[in-house]
């Protein structure tokens, strides 16, 4: 950074100080001596101010006047008093030139002339193509670390695309070139990150799976040697089962979150399908306020999963009561599922949703499940842009309420 702001700071000034002296040269050579009337005629009164000494020596076509002949401003008088050449206007805006012999006396008047043409528009043309050039330097000096950061942009959107093939293209000009080659190099490990726990879902996948259906077959065949012992394997080996399925499907959310898709589809029927689902399973009272036909543009398939995992949730954690709701508010969709359990303490809030967290009191082991059901609804909820919070319930127990965008 300091490099970054040394190298401006630089430019800046190198840049000013050019074009400054370049455009005083060039005005002083160039504008200022254009030639025209009134300043030519202005050289000729100098060289006749020094060179005639008498109005016997004017010619005819000139004519020496009494200087007090003319109400002269104070200034004015001093000017001509002092050798000076003046120059004054008349009504028709033509220049006079004015000056005094040497016995200062004796006035000598030329004119009338033309004005000189203004140089206020060749003064600012000058000032617009010194700004005009000071911009191009900054440009040049700016393209490289233009190029960079768009450079930052395109491999940030590769990765979250899912694009491992990071590209590299570094700019030796850039003054944040070291910063670009630290960046690559992030992104190469966060590529490689993401690589390896591909790698790590296909090898759990295909690595244990393949034991494990052997030491279920193993004990199936010793079922009726040692029933007790075989048993309680049995259930070691079903949780274990149970535990790398949850864990290949949170894992696998990352990798489908790369083909994700969206799709208008009717919300309150997809409600109201899981709310069935769950009534056909639960003994609890279950009360609904389920508005009608509310479109939304999303996944169906992962807001099913959403709604499916927060009813699981209320279902097991629940006392008697599991209370739904959904409706539409100001081009949002709010879903709020209840329960009348324990509840969630008010400090564990933020850790429900992370990944393997299950709380002492309510989420405990006896009940199932390995903390991973509201790490994928929080997920999945921020692939829609939306929301997720944990809420104490009027029923008294945990109340988790959704928002997604329309």
Same mark, same amino acid.
């Given at each position: 950074?300091?490099?970054?702001?040394?190298?401006?700071?630089?430019?800046?000034?190198?840049?000013?100080?050019?074009?400054?002296?370049?455009?005083?040269?060039?005005?002083?050579?160039?504008?200022?001596?254009?030639?025209?009337?009134?300043?030519?005629?202005?050289?000729?009164?100098?060289?006749?101010?020094?060179?005639?000494?008498?109005?016997?020596?004017?010619?005819?076509?000139?004519?020496?006047?009494?200087?007090?002949? /003319?109400? =002269? !401003?104070?200034?004015?008088?001093?000017? $001509?008093?002092?050798?000076?050449?003046? *120059?004054?206007?008349? #009504? +028709? %805006?033509?220049?006079?030139?004015?000056?005094?012999?040497?016995?200062?006396?004796?006035?000598?008047?030329?004119?009338?002339?033309?004005?000189?043409?203004?140089?206020?528009?060749?003064?600012?043309?000058?000032?617009?193509?010194?700004?005009?050039?000071?911009?191009?330097?900054? /440009?040049? =000096? !700016?393209?490289?670390?233009?190029?960079? $950061?768009?450079?930052?942009?395109?491999? *940030?959107?590769?990765? #979250? +695309? %899912?694009?491992?093939?990071?590209?590299?293209?570094?700019?030796?000009?850039?003054?944040?070139?070291?910063?670009?080659?630290?960046?690559?190099?992030?992104?190469?490990?966060?590529?490689?990150?993401?690589?390896?726990?591909?790698?790590?879902?296909?090898?759990?996948?295909?690595?244990?799976?393949?034991?494990?259906?052997?030491?279920?077959?193993?004990?199936?065949?010793?079922?009726?040697?040692?029933?007790?012992?075989?048993?309680?394997?049995?259930?070691?080996?079903?949780?274990?089962?149970?535990?790398?399925?949850?864990?290949?499907?949170?894992?696998?959310?990352?990798?489908?979150?790369?083909?994700?898709?969206?799709?208008?589809?009717?919300?309150?029927?997809?409600?109201?399908?899981?709310?069935?689902?769950?009534?056909?399973?639960?003994?609890?009272?279950?009360?609904?306020?389920?508005?009608?036909?509310?479109?939304?543009?999303?996944?169906?398939?992962?807001?099913?999963?959403?709604?499916?995992?927060?009813?699981?949730?209320?279902?097991?954690?629940?006392?008697?009561?599991?209370?739904?709701?959904?409706?539409?508010?100001?081009?949002?969709?709010?879903?709020?599922?209840?329960?009348?359990?324990?509840?969630?303490?008010?400090?564990?809030?933020?850790?429900?949703?992370?990944?393997?967290?299950?709380?002492?009191?309510?989420?405990?082991?006896?009940?199932?499940?390995?903390?991973?059901?509201?790490?994928?609804?929080?997920?999945?909820?921020?692939?829609?842009?939306?929301?997720?919070?944990?809420?104490?319930?009027?029923?008294?127990?945990?109340?988790?309420?959704?928002?997604?965008?329309?």
């Amino acid at each position: 950074m300091v490099r970054l702001l040394i190298s401006l700071y630089l430019v800046v000034i190198t840049s000013i100080i050019v074009i400054n002296q370049a455009s005083d040269y060039v005005w002083q050579n160039w504008v200022t001596q254009a030639p025209d009337e009134l300043r030519h005629a202005t050289q000729v009164a100098n060289v006749m101010q020094a060179h005639i000494t008498s109005p016997e020596q004017l010619q005819a076509s000139y004519q020496g006047l009494d200087i007090d002949s /003319i109400a =002269w !401003l104070d200034e004015q008088r001093t000017q $001509l008093l002092n050798g000076e050449v003046l *120059t004054t206007y008349n #009504a +028709q %805006g033509q220049a006079l030139l004015s000056f005094l012999l040497i016995d200062n006396f004796t006035l000598v008047q030329l004119g009338p002339f033309l004005p000189s043409e203004p140089a206020s528009n060749k003064l600012y043309l000058f000032k617009f193509i010194s700004f005009l050039v000071l911009g191009l330097v900054l /440009i040049v =000096w !700016l393209r490289p670390l233009w190029l960079d $950061l768009m450079q930052f942009k395109r491999v *940030t959107e590769q990765l #979250a +695309q %899912g694009n491992l093939n990071v590209e590299r293209k570094t700019s030796r000009f850039s003054a944040i070139s070291y910063l670009t080659e630290q960046f690559h190099i992030m992104a190469q490990k966060v590529a490689n990150l993401m690589t390896d726990q591909k790698q790590l879902v296909n090898a759990v996948s295909h690595e244990l799976r393949t034991p494990l259906a052997r030491l279920k077959f193993a004990l199936a065949m010793l079922q009726s040697a040692q029933p007790e012992q075989v048993s309680g394997m049995q259930q070691d080996v079903q949780e274990m089962e149970s535990l790398i399925d949850e864990m290949l499907s949170y894992a696998r959310l990352e990798i489908a979150g790369e083909q994700f898709s969206r799709e208008e589809f009717d919300l309150s029927e997809l409600m109201q399908a899981q709310l069935d689902k769950l009534r056909g399973l639960s003994s609890k009272e279950i009360t609904t306020s389920i508005e009608s036909d509310i479109k939304v543009n999303a996944n169906a398939h992962y807001l099913a999963r959403v709604i499916q995992n927060l009813l699981q949730n209320a279902d097991k954690y629940g006392a008697s009561q599991i209370e739904v709701s959904l409706r539409e508010v100001e081009q949002q969709v709010i879903i709020v599922v209840e329960d009348d359990g324990e509840g969630i303490a008010e400090d564990q809030y933020e850790n429900v949703f992370m990944p393997f967290v299950r709380l002492e009191k309510s989420r405990n082991k006896h009940l199932g499940g390995y903390g991973l059901g509201l790490a994928i609804v929080k997920k999945i909820v921020s692939w829609h842009k939306g929301q997720c919070v944990v809420a104490k319930s009027k029923l008294g127990g945990a109340s988790f309420v959704i928002t997604l965008p329309k």
